[in-house]
């Protein structure tokens, strides 16, 4: 079994800047790409930001430039560091990761609950 656990949402003002972390846990052999989604009330989820295991990322065209995505291998744990933030990127922002278990020949998708960011105007 695999978790994945977000933190570091919250509430913040426009303009100011918060860090999420997505650690991976359980029985991993090794972690292919990462990746951050996120889904405000009524819209469908969107992709935020991807990091291959080579650290190698993508960013969705609404957060360029404002928005960066590590990873610590060694921890298991990604990273999405987000400036300049603005109302409407509140959502319930979701880890999402491509994990070879031990022992386990395939590759499964694990997504992490979720945590809240508010962006107050």
């Known amino acids: 079994q695999v978790q994945l656990v977000e933190s570091g949402g919250g509430l913040v003002q426009a303009g100011g800047s918060l860090r999420l972390s997505c650690a991976a846990s359980g029985s991993i052999f090794s972690i292919n790409a990462m990746a951050w989604h996120r889904q405000a009330p009524g819209k469908q989820r969107e992709l935020v930001a991807t990091?291959?295991?080579?650290?190698?990322?993508k960013y969705g065209d609404s957060v360029k430039g404002r928005f960066t995505i590590s990873r610590d291998n060694a921890k298991n744990t990604a990273y999405l560091q987000m400036n300049s933030l603005r109302p409407e990127d509140a959502a319930v922002y979701y880890c999402?990761?491509?994990?070879?278990?031990?022992?386990?020949?395939?590759?499964?998708?694990?997504w992490g609950p979720g945590t809240q960011v508010t962006v107050s105007s």
């Open positions: 999402n990761a491509d994990v070879v278990g031990r022992g386990v020949p395939n590759t499964y998708d694990y």
């Open positions: 990091i291959s295991s080579g650290g190698t990322t």
